[in-house]
């Protein structure tokens, strides 16, 4: 059975995150009812990475399998147009060799989390963006960030419901960078590593911005990450700020593929 690739971007407002469910929507479910409208065998999509209700992606990548033969754009065509009353878009498809996974033959995964400063709410981006009423300390943070980089036991940022079966984990970048806007500032933050352990990043950004505030200082970044326990932990993150970003393999199955 001839297997493709997907490059996928969403809007995960109105989802219950990207795995499959059979009392709520998700994206892999939608994708999945897309997919009994062009082809009869119902094929599973196997995802990168399971992003949690209210997270986002703009590079989510997955895999299946057809039963016959599919011009890529054609597939992604077909699936746009099924999609079309979902927040889901096929960014690309292409044709990808049998040994393809997309979540086990990812090498990095990268994540991207919005934080907007500004004392008025948001409106074109409302629910796109965590939007902090406070002024946020960039260099302070950018302090904070350097206890976390490398290989360390993450128990203190790990969900108590993660399923991982270590919380050693290795992060190779968390890269923060800031752009004025209009009567506020917003602060990106740019994290990658290999995997995640369950609500990772949103427990970094949550703590960052408790240095960003004052409520901390950098040195206490260090404090609780040795503590290796979850009450350490900053308050977490929403997850509306929160994009999947780029999920990286050894060889890329989307290069020279020309975009949707």
């Not at 409208?37 to 949690?52: H, M, S």
């Not at 990812?106 to 400063?117: N, T």
């Not at 308050?235 to 989307?254: E, K, N, Q, T």
Request: aromatic share 10%.
């Amino acid at each position: 059975m001839p297997r493709y690739a997907l490059k996928i971007e969403y809007n995960g407002a109105p989802f219950f995150g990207w795995q499959r469910q059979k009392e709520h929507v998700s994206v892999q479910g939608a994708i999945e009812h897309a997919l009994t409208k062009i082809t009869p065998e119902a094929p599973l999509v196997q995802g990168a990475g399971r992003t949690d209700a209210g997270v986002h992606a703009t590079g989510q990548v997955a895999h299946l399998d057809l039963a016959r033969d599919w011009d890529p754009f054609r597939l992604s065509e077909a699936l746009n147009y099924h999609l079309r009353n979902d927040p889901v878009a096929i960014l690309t498809a292409a044709r990808v060799d049998d040994m393809f996974h997309a979540r086990f033959g990812a090498v990095e995964r990268e994540y991207l989390f919005r934080v907007i400063s500004r004392r008025a709410p948001m409106t074109h981006e409302a629910g796109l963006v965590w939007c902090v009423k406070y002024p946020l300390n960039l260099d302070a943070m950018r302090q904070a960030t350097s206890h976390l980089i490398g290989k360390h036991d993450f128990t203190t940022f790990r969900s108590t419901i993660c399923q991982a079966q270590s919380p050693v984990k290795t992060l190779d970048e968390l890269r923060i960078e800031a752009v004025d806007i209009p009567y506020g500032t917003e602060f990106r933050f740019h994290i990658r590593a290999r995997s995640f352990l369950h609500n990772q990043v949103r427990s970094f950004v949550g703590s960052l911005v408790q240095v960003g505030s004052g409520s901390w200082a950098p040195i206490d970044m260090k404090t609780a990450l040795a503590a290796r326990e979850r009450p350490a932990c900053g308050p977490v993150a929403p997850p509306h700020g929160l994009y999947l970003a780029h999920v990286r393999y050894p060889v890329d199955p989307f290069a020279g593929k020309t975009p949707v």
